[in-house]
Nanobody, 114 residues
Framework: QVQLVESGGGLVQPGGSLRLSCAASGIMFRMYTMAWYRQAPGNQRELVAIIYSSGSRNYADSVKGRFTISRDNAKNTVYLQINSLKPEDTAVYYC????????WGQGTQVTVSS
């Protein structure tokens, strides 16, 4: 069975940092494009960061310079380092894997509040 399990979310003050993790199982991880999406209340799910099998990365303009996506193929894990958090970063963050099929994690809540 394919499984993506996110962790690392929580309540953080503005300016703080978090590192989200997504552990994948049941897929040939190194072949997959991995991404982080987020969804705030009332909004559509949006792509915030993506990392390809080559290691190339792209970011949404709203997070560029603050978020860093990385992957450890030996651990079948993708990470999202989030720095300088803003209240508008508050959302459920979802891990996504795409290659022959697309898979989603259950999400982890990130709340940025003063």
């Amino acid at each position: 069975q394919v499984q993506l399990v996110e962790s690392g979310g929580g309540l953080v003050q503005p300016g703080g940092s978090l590192r989200l993790s997504c552990a994948a199982s049941g897929i040939m991880f190194r072949m997959y494009t991995m991404a982080w999406y987020r969804q705030a209340p009332g909004n559509q799910r949006e792509l915030v960061a993506i990392i390809y099998s080559s290691g190339s990365r792209n970011y949404a303009d709203s997070v560029k310079g603050r978020f860093t996506i990385s992957r450890d193929n030996a651990k079948n894990t993708v990470y999202l380092q989030i720095n300088s958090l803003k209240p508008e970063d508050t959302a459920v963050y979802y891990c996504n894997a795409m290659w022959t099929k697309t898979y989603w994690g259950q999400g982890t809540q990130v709340t940025v509040s003063s």
